[in-house]
Protein backbone atom coordinates (compact mmCIF):
# COMPACT_ATOMS: atom_id res chain seq x y z
CA UNK A 1 0.00 0.00 0.00
CA UNK A 2 1.48 3.35 -1.00
CA UNK A 3 2.07 6.27 1.57
CA UNK A 4 -1.19 8.84 1.79
CA UNK A 5 -0.25 11.97 1.14
CA UNK A 6 -1.41 14.91 3.30
CA UNK A 7 -2.27 18.41 2.82
CA UNK A 8 -2.62 20.38 6.48
CA UNK A 9 -5.27 23.35 5.59
CA UNK A 10 -4.66 25.50 8.19
CA UNK A 11 -7.76 28.00 9.18
CA UNK A 12 -6.28 30.82 6.50
CA UNK A 13 -10.28 30.91 5.28
CA UNK A 14 -13.32 31.22 7.38
CA UNK A 15 -16.65 29.62 6.45
CA UNK A 16 -18.41 26.36 6.87
CA UNK A 17 -15.65 24.07 5.64
CA UNK A 18 -13.71 23.16 8.86
CA UNK A 19 -10.68 24.38 9.85
CA UNK A 20 -8.69 20.85 10.51
CA UNK A 21 -9.55 19.55 7.39
CA UNK A 22 -6.90 17.19 5.93
CA UNK A 23 -7.49 15.72 2.21
CA UNK A 24 -5.70 13.11 1.88
CA UNK A 25 -4.10 11.71 -1.02
CA UNK A 26 -4.49 7.79 -0.63
CA UNK A 27 -2.56 6.53 -3.39
CA UNK A 28 -4.24 2.94 -4.07
CA UNK A 29 -4.99 0.52 -6.79
CA UNK A 30 -8.21 -2.22 -7.33
CA UNK A 31 -9.13 -4.54 -9.70
CA UNK A 32 -5.81 -5.80 -10.44
CA UNK A 33 -5.09 -9.34 -11.12
CA UNK A 34 -8.91 -10.19 -10.15
CA UNK A 35 -11.28 -12.95 -11.37
CA UNK A 36 -14.46 -10.82 -10.91
CA UNK A 37 -18.37 -12.40 -12.15
CA UNK A 38 -20.08 -10.55 -14.84
CA UNK A 39 -22.07 -9.72 -12.02
CA UNK A 40 -19.81 -8.51 -9.81
CA UNK A 41 -21.47 -7.08 -7.27
CA UNK A 42 -23.23 -9.82 -5.25
CA UNK A 43 -24.64 -11.23 -8.71
CA UNK A 44 -27.57 -9.00 -8.81
CA UNK A 45 -27.62 -7.58 -12.67
CA UNK A 46 -29.45 -4.23 -11.91
CA UNK A 47 -26.58 -3.42 -9.05
CA UNK A 48 -23.77 -4.26 -11.38
CA UNK A 49 -25.34 -2.57 -14.53
CA UNK A 50 -25.69 0.99 -12.15
CA UNK A 51 -22.66 0.73 -10.60
CA UNK A 52 -20.80 -0.06 -14.21
CA UNK A 53 -22.79 2.88 -16.06
CA UNK A 54 -21.50 5.34 -13.24
CA UNK A 55 -18.13 4.06 -13.70
CA UNK A 56 -18.05 4.14 -17.55
CA UNK A 57 -18.34 8.48 -17.27
CA UNK A 58 -15.52 8.63 -14.33
CA UNK A 59 -12.80 9.10 -16.56
CA UNK A 60 -13.94 11.67 -19.09
CA UNK A 61 -15.85 12.84 -15.98
CA UNK A 62 -13.49 13.94 -13.60
CA UNK A 63 -10.97 15.15 -16.34
CA UNK A 64 -13.70 18.02 -16.87
CA UNK A 65 -14.16 18.70 -12.88
CA UNK A 66 -10.23 19.30 -12.71
CA UNK A 67 -10.28 21.73 -15.75
CA UNK A 68 -13.15 23.59 -14.59
CA UNK A 69 -11.76 24.07 -11.00
CA UNK A 70 -8.07 25.09 -11.65
CA UNK A 71 -9.59 27.59 -14.33
CA UNK A 72 -10.17 29.42 -11.10
CA UNK A 73 -7.64 28.94 -8.99
CA UNK A 74 -5.70 32.40 -9.27
CA UNK A 75 -6.06 34.62 -6.71
CA UNK A 76 -7.37 32.15 -4.46
CA UNK A 77 -6.42 32.30 -0.62
CA UNK A 78 -3.84 29.74 0.44
CA UNK A 79 -6.32 27.21 2.16
CA UNK A 80 -8.27 27.15 -1.12
CA UNK A 81 -5.15 26.58 -2.90
CA UNK A 82 -4.31 23.62 -1.34
CA UNK A 83 -7.73 22.02 -1.27
CA UNK A 84 -7.34 22.37 -5.30
CA UNK A 85 -3.97 20.77 -5.16
CA UNK A 86 -5.42 17.89 -3.31
CA UNK A 87 -8.52 17.80 -5.07
CA UNK A 88 -6.75 17.06 -8.58
CA UNK A 89 -4.38 14.76 -7.07
CA UNK A 90 -7.21 12.64 -5.98
CA UNK A 91 -9.18 13.03 -8.85
CA UNK A 92 -6.13 12.24 -11.30
CA UNK A 93 -6.16 8.75 -9.22
CA UNK A 94 -9.68 8.08 -9.47
CA UNK A 95 -9.72 8.73 -12.74
CA UNK A 96 -6.97 5.64 -12.70
CA UNK A 97 -8.44 3.46 -10.74
CA UNK A 98 -11.89 3.45 -13.01
CA UNK A 99 -10.32 3.08 -16.53
CA UNK A 100 -9.00 -0.23 -15.02
CA UNK A 101 -12.41 -0.95 -13.19
CA UNK A 102 -13.73 0.27 -17.27
CA UNK A 103 -11.49 -2.35 -18.57
CA UNK A 104 -12.50 -5.51 -16.26
CA UNK A 105 -15.79 -4.56 -17.50
CA UNK A 106 -15.13 -4.60 -20.56
CA UNK A 107 -13.03 -7.34 -20.69
CA UNK A 108 -16.44 -9.57 -18.97
CA UNK A 109 -18.15 -8.90 -22.11
CA UNK A 110 -19.81 -5.66 -21.59
CA UNK A 111 -19.68 -2.90 -24.51
CA UNK A 112 -19.41 0.61 -22.58
CA UNK A 113 -17.99 2.09 -25.59
CA UNK A 114 -21.27 4.29 -25.95
CA UNK A 115 -21.25 5.58 -22.85
CA UNK A 116 -18.22 6.62 -23.18
CA UNK A 117 -18.51 8.54 -26.54
CA UNK A 118 -22.10 10.33 -24.96
CA UNK A 119 -19.58 11.97 -22.86
CA UNK A 120 -17.22 12.49 -25.35
CA UNK A 121 -19.89 14.72 -27.07
CA UNK A 122 -21.90 16.29 -24.30
CA UNK A 123 -18.29 17.35 -22.99
CA UNK A 124 -17.47 18.34 -26.70
CA UNK A 125 -20.41 20.77 -26.87
CA UNK A 126 -19.47 22.21 -23.50
CA UNK A 127 -16.21 23.34 -25.21
CA UNK A 128 -16.87 26.96 -26.55
CA UNK A 129 -19.56 27.67 -23.01
CA UNK A 130 -18.25 29.91 -20.46
CA UNK A 131 -15.93 28.97 -18.15
CA UNK A 132 -17.77 29.87 -14.75
CA UNK A 133 -20.92 27.48 -15.86
CA UNK A 134 -18.66 24.47 -16.09
CA UNK A 135 -17.66 25.36 -12.65
CA UNK A 136 -21.02 25.42 -11.52
CA UNK A 137 -21.88 21.93 -13.43
CA UNK A 138 -18.74 20.56 -11.51
CA UNK A 139 -20.45 21.74 -7.96
CA UNK A 140 -23.33 20.33 -8.83
CA UNK A 141 -22.22 17.05 -9.77
CA UNK A 142 -19.44 16.42 -7.34
CA UNK A 143 -22.62 17.35 -4.63
CA UNK A 144 -23.97 14.50 -6.33
CA UNK A 145 -20.73 12.54 -5.82
CA UNK A 146 -20.67 13.17 -2.37
CA UNK A 147 -24.38 12.30 -1.41
CA UNK A 148 -23.48 9.21 -3.26
CA UNK A 149 -20.75 8.35 -1.80
CA UNK A 150 -21.91 9.24 2.04
CA UNK A 151 -24.92 6.39 1.23
CA UNK A 152 -21.99 3.93 0.20
CA UNK A 153 -20.43 4.21 3.54
CA UNK A 154 -23.45 4.58 5.63
CA UNK A 155 -25.09 1.44 4.15
CA UNK A 156 -22.78 -1.21 3.46
CA UNK A 157 -25.54 -3.20 2.35
CA UNK A 158 -24.99 -1.40 -1.05
CA UNK A 159 -21.68 -2.95 -1.67
CA UNK A 160 -22.34 -6.89 0.16
CA UNK A 161 -21.34 -9.45 -1.98
CA UNK A 162 -18.97 -7.07 -4.13
CA UNK A 163 -16.29 -9.47 -5.83
CA UNK A 164 -12.24 -9.73 -4.95
CA UNK A 165 -11.42 -5.54 -3.73
CA UNK A 166 -14.44 -4.00 -5.95
CA UNK A 167 -16.23 -2.65 -2.59
CA UNK A 168 -12.96 -1.55 -1.34
CA UNK A 169 -12.61 0.68 -5.36
CA UNK A 170 -15.87 2.05 -4.17
CA UNK A 171 -15.58 2.91 -0.58
CA UNK A 172 -12.10 4.49 -1.39
CA UNK A 173 -13.29 6.64 -3.92
CA UNK A 174 -16.71 7.42 -1.70
CA UNK A 175 -14.28 8.55 1.10
CA UNK A 176 -12.36 10.63 -1.28
CA UNK A 177 -15.44 12.17 -2.67
CA UNK A 178 -16.70 13.18 0.91
CA UNK A 179 -13.43 14.88 2.07
CA UNK A 180 -12.72 17.57 -0.82
CA UNK A 181 -16.80 17.82 -1.31
CA UNK A 182 -16.19 21.72 -0.50
CA UNK A 183 -13.23 22.21 -2.40
CA UNK A 184 -16.16 23.46 -5.98
CA UNK A 185 -18.48 24.60 -4.40
CA UNK A 186 -15.33 27.02 -2.44
CA UNK A 187 -13.95 27.76 -5.69
CA UNK A 188 -17.25 29.21 -7.05
CA UNK A 189 -17.26 31.48 -4.22
CA UNK A 190 -13.72 32.44 -5.37
CA UNK A 191 -14.60 32.57 -8.72
CA UNK A 192 -18.11 34.49 -7.94
CA UNK A 193 -16.91 37.05 -5.06
CA UNK A 194 -18.54 39.81 -7.30
CA UNK A 195 -21.68 38.14 -7.81
CA UNK A 196 -24.65 39.18 -5.81
CA UNK A 197 -26.00 36.43 -3.72
CA UNK A 198 -28.83 36.07 -5.84
CA UNK A 199 -27.24 35.46 -8.80
CA UNK A 200 -25.26 32.70 -7.36
CA UNK A 201 -27.74 31.80 -6.13
CA UNK A 202 -29.99 31.52 -9.65
CA UNK A 203 -26.92 30.26 -11.45
CA UNK A 204 -26.51 27.47 -9.26
CA UNK A 205 -29.84 26.35 -8.97
CA UNK A 206 -30.70 26.51 -12.68
CA UNK A 207 -27.60 24.43 -13.16
CA UNK A 208 -28.10 21.51 -10.50
CA UNK A 209 -31.95 20.99 -12.30
CA UNK A 210 -30.29 20.81 -15.51
CA UNK A 211 -27.70 18.13 -14.02
CA UNK A 212 -30.25 16.27 -12.49
CA UNK A 213 -32.55 15.37 -15.81
CA UNK A 214 -28.81 14.31 -16.79
CA UNK A 215 -27.72 12.53 -14.99
CA UNK A 216 -30.64 10.50 -13.87
CA UNK A 217 -32.23 10.15 -17.67
CA UNK A 218 -28.57 9.23 -19.13
CA UNK A 219 -27.40 6.72 -16.28
CA UNK A 220 -31.05 5.18 -16.61
CA UNK A 221 -30.44 5.07 -19.80
CA UNK A 222 -26.47 3.63 -19.87
CA UNK A 223 -28.12 1.14 -17.03
CA UNK A 224 -30.97 -0.47 -19.26
CA UNK A 225 -28.36 -0.62 -22.17
CA UNK A 226 -26.13 -2.74 -20.37
CA UNK A 227 -28.83 -4.86 -19.14
CA UNK A 228 -30.17 -5.29 -22.70
CA UNK A 229 -26.45 -6.61 -23.30
CA UNK A 230 -27.24 -9.29 -20.58
CA UNK A 231 -30.82 -10.19 -22.43
CA UNK A 232 -32.71 -8.70 -19.59
CA UNK A 233 -35.24 -6.04 -21.33
CA UNK A 234 -39.10 -5.14 -20.67
CA UNK A 235 -41.00 -3.84 -18.20
CA UNK A 236 -39.83 -6.05 -15.34
CA UNK A 237 -36.45 -4.72 -15.61
CA UNK A 238 -37.28 -1.40 -15.79
CA UNK A 239 -39.46 -1.90 -12.54
CA UNK A 240 -36.37 -3.56 -10.93
CA UNK A 241 -34.30 -0.62 -11.91
CA UNK A 242 -36.84 1.92 -10.15
CA UNK A 243 -36.82 -0.40 -7.19
CA UNK A 244 -33.42 -0.57 -6.90
CA UNK A 245 -32.94 3.44 -7.56
CA UNK A 246 -36.25 4.47 -5.07
CA UNK A 247 -37.22 1.70 -2.82
CA UNK A 248 -34.91 -0.60 -1.89
CA UNK A 249 -32.00 0.01 -1.16
CA UNK A 250 -32.83 3.57 -2.51
CA UNK A 251 -29.80 4.55 -3.91
CA UNK A 252 -31.44 7.88 -5.25
CA UNK A 253 -34.39 8.16 -3.14
CA UNK A 254 -31.97 8.75 -0.03
CA UNK A 255 -30.59 11.38 -1.05
CA UNK A 256 -33.33 13.30 -1.92
CA UNK A 257 -32.92 15.62 1.45
CA UNK A 258 -29.25 16.62 0.16
CA UNK A 259 -30.31 16.95 -2.88
CA UNK A 260 -33.18 19.54 -1.13
CA UNK A 261 -30.49 21.08 0.74
CA UNK A 262 -28.85 22.49 -2.05
CA UNK A 263 -31.39 24.75 -3.30
CA UNK A 264 -31.54 26.60 0.35
CA UNK A 265 -30.06 30.14 1.33
CA UNK A 266 -26.58 29.29 3.16
CA UNK A 267 -26.14 25.93 1.75
CA UNK A 268 -22.59 24.51 1.92
CA UNK A 269 -21.38 20.86 1.06
CA UNK A 270 -19.90 21.11 4.98
CA UNK A 271 -22.90 21.97 6.76
CA UNK A 272 -23.20 18.83 7.36
CA UNK A 273 -19.68 17.54 8.45
CA UNK A 274 -19.90 13.80 7.95
CA UNK A 275 -16.18 12.72 8.39
CA UNK A 276 -16.83 10.17 10.48
CA UNK A 277 -18.03 8.02 7.75
CA UNK A 278 -14.68 8.11 6.05
CA UNK A 279 -12.54 7.36 9.44
CA UNK A 280 -15.00 4.51 9.62
CA UNK A 281 -13.88 3.53 6.01
CA UNK A 282 -10.35 4.08 6.90
CA UNK A 283 -10.66 1.91 10.13
CA UNK A 284 -12.37 -1.12 7.99
CA UNK A 285 -9.65 -0.83 5.02
CA UNK A 286 -6.70 -1.10 7.52
CA UNK A 287 -8.40 -3.78 9.57
CA UNK A 288 -8.63 -5.73 6.28
CA UNK A 289 -5.58 -5.45 5.38
CA UNK A 290 -4.29 -6.75 8.46
CA UNK A 291 -6.26 -10.18 8.03
CA UNK A 292 -3.97 -13.29 7.82
CA UNK A 293 -4.86 -14.90 4.00
CA UNK A 294 -6.53 -17.94 4.43
Known sequence: MNAPTSFDLEAQRKG??????????????????????????????????????????????????????????????????????????????????????????SDAGYDIAAIDKRVEEMLAELKDRPQILNLAATMALEHFTAMLGHELLKKPKYLEGADGDLGDLWRWHSAEEIEHKGVAYDTWLHATRGWSRYKRWKVKSLMMLLVTVRFI???????????????????????????????????????????????????????????????????????????PAE
Open 217 to 291: KHRSEDTMDLLRQDGLTGWKWRMALAKYLLVSPGFLSRIIPGWLAYFMPGFHPWNEDDRELIQLYEGDFEDALMQ
Open 16 to 105: PTPDDLEITVRDERFARGIKARRWWLNGDPVATAWMNALSATFPRGEAFFIESVKAFRDGADPKLTAEIRAFVKQEINHTREHVAFNRMA
